[in-house]
């Protein structure tokens, strides 16, 4: 590796792993775990996809949309049943990779893909306004006053600094720098010690204390299952958009197995379950992380924290991670998505809308499969009213009707609606040429068309269907001659 890209992926891993820092401890809390769990999870995850993962330059850690998932279960059942749960999820994740079923990840559509990074975006937006309160109650007076100083100047210098020089990533250079001074002049702002400390000795390993029973079973899987779907999501969808960013191509059937052995061994040693963090990968990739090392690096530094450098990193000012996540966050959201309102069609852009609500509101699975199920809806419907017909009358007085489109579920109405058995001739021809037949709708179209016009008396023949067709047709038991 060239010095340059070495010390970029070094540089880049530092800053990250200080903005996954705050991250990984709200997420542990807003699921009611040590914030500890969260960090060991963010360093055997990190650490583990960036080493293996299909996707340099992409950063997982301990994800909140996995510690909402698991709320409920660490309130009724407690720590072990997750830990298991975590272990099993993992296992799913890698069943995934392993059957080749990334590429599904195709089948979401771009406005699907622009509704979940926008409403990401938002929700990375306002997750950072939990830290203008003190317990339940907004900042107010000098407290407010200088924690929005501190963010505004920590935004000033991540977005003047590119301008002067990119030596060193903006991001690490406002954390320190607003950290800095918050320490010379003793500036009564919160730092990360005040969310949790973070001090602690090596992760251990020890399997899951919980009775090994199909009952467990039961409890657990509904859980590990969901949590599954929603990291792979979360993953897929965050390494589409790592291909965009850096022009690159990923793996994502490796990402899948890496990610799911990163979160098995995660839970074997007491840490969270994670997936790919959208925010930190941005981060990451602005800050000229390319490469595995920059994953590795914010990784084992997340480690090293825990053991040596707490006293230090505890004195982080939360305003100055607050203020690189609301940049991370204007940047992550897709404001070309806002300038091509009026230019897509109106269906896209109720799904990008959709999508970004669904994910502000609820979760990330339930928007993007809302989404596809809209964006489905949208296609089969347009797929539905482009069948059309030629009709002429023949010398011989028999009439050829000439389809154009696709026949399935949704065309078979306008299908049956293009012919008139009643005042037909007596005999009628059927042109394919130009028709498609995907599905059982189909045949059952076709073989109710024959039974109208053998009701009606007269002869009905259907000529040049495709290969795929005749064998849809036999296989079905219905005459196509």
């Known amino acids: 590796m060239k010095p340059k890209r070495l010390r ?31 960090l060991y999870g963010a360093f055997i995850i990190c650490t583990l996809t960036a080493l293996f993962g299909g996707r340099p330059g992409m950063v997982s850690g301990a994800a909140g949309s996995m510690a909402v998932v698991i709320v409920a279960l660490v309130v009724q059942h407690g720590v072990q049943y997750l830990l298991a749960t ?27 893909m622009l509704g979940f990074v926008n409403g990401l975006a938002i929700i990375i937006a306002l997750a950072q306004l939990e830290h203008f309160k003190s317990g339940e109650h907004w900042l107010s007076g000098t407290p407010l006053y200088l924690m929005t100083g501190l963010v505004l100047l920590t935004m000033a210098i991540v977005y003047i600094l590119p301008r002067l020089t990119r030596a060193v990533p903006p991001a690490l250079v406002a954390i320190l720098g607003v950290g800095l001074l918050v320490y010379l002049f003793g500036l009564p702002t919160r730092t990360l010690g005040d ?76 840490g ?11 981060i990451n990739l602005s800050s000229g992380g390319r490469g595995r090392l920059s994953g590795v690096v914010a990784g084992v530094l997340i480690l090293l924290f825990i053991l040596f450098l707490s006293p230090l990193i505890e004195r982080i000012p939360l305003a100055a991670l607050v203020g690189v996540m609301f940049v991370v966050s204007q940047q992550t959201f897709a404001w070309a998505s806002l300038r ?44 539905a009213r482009e069948l059309y017909a030629d009709e002429h009358l023949e010398a011989d007085g028999s009439k050829l009707y000439r389809l154009h489109g696709t026949l399935f579920f949704a065309s078979t109405t306008p299908f049956l609606n293009q012919f008139d058995p009643a005042n037909d001739p007596e005999r009628v021809t059927l042109d394919c040429r130009h028709l498609s037949f995907v599905d059982y709708s189909a045949i059952a179209a076709l073989k109710t068309l024959r039974e109208r016009y053998a009701k009606a008396g ?10 795929r067709c005749k064998k849809l047709l036999k296989r079905a038991g219905v005459e196509h001659h």
């Open 8 to 38: 970029a992926d070094v540089l880049a891993g530092l800053t990250t792993s200080f903005a996954l820092l705050p991250e990984c401890i709200a997420f542990a809390l807003v699921a009611h775990l040590n914030p500890l769990m969260g």
């Open 86 to 112: 975590v272990l099993l999820g993992g296992l799913i994740m890698m069943a995934f990779g392993l059957l080749r079923l990334g590429k599904l990840v195709r089948m979401v559509p771009h406005p699907v």
């Open 195 to 270: 969310m949790a400390h973070i001090a602690g000795g090596l992760p251990s390993f020890a399997l899951p204390d919980i009775p090994w029973t199909l009952e467990t079973l039961r409890i657990i899987a509904p859980y590990a299952i969901l949590m599954a779907l929603v990291g792979l999501l979360e993953t897929l969808l965050t390494l589409n958009l790592t291909d965009e960013i850096t022009e690159t191509r990923g793996y994502p059937d490796r990402e899948c197995v890496a990610l799911g052995a990163a979160n098995v061994v995660s839970g074997a040693f007491g």
């Open 272 to 282: 969270m379950g994670g997936c790919a963090m959208i925010g930190q990968t941005v």
């Open 340 to 383: 091509v309102l009026n230019k897509v069609p109106l269906n896209d852009v109720l799904v990008i809308i959709a999508v970004t609500t669904i994910t502000v509101f609820t979760d990330l699975a339930t928007a993007v499969l809302c989404g596809i199920i809209i964006a489905a809806l949208n296609f089969a419907w347009q797929q």
């Open 458 to 467: 007269k002869e009905l023949q259907v000529f040049h269907l495709s290969e």
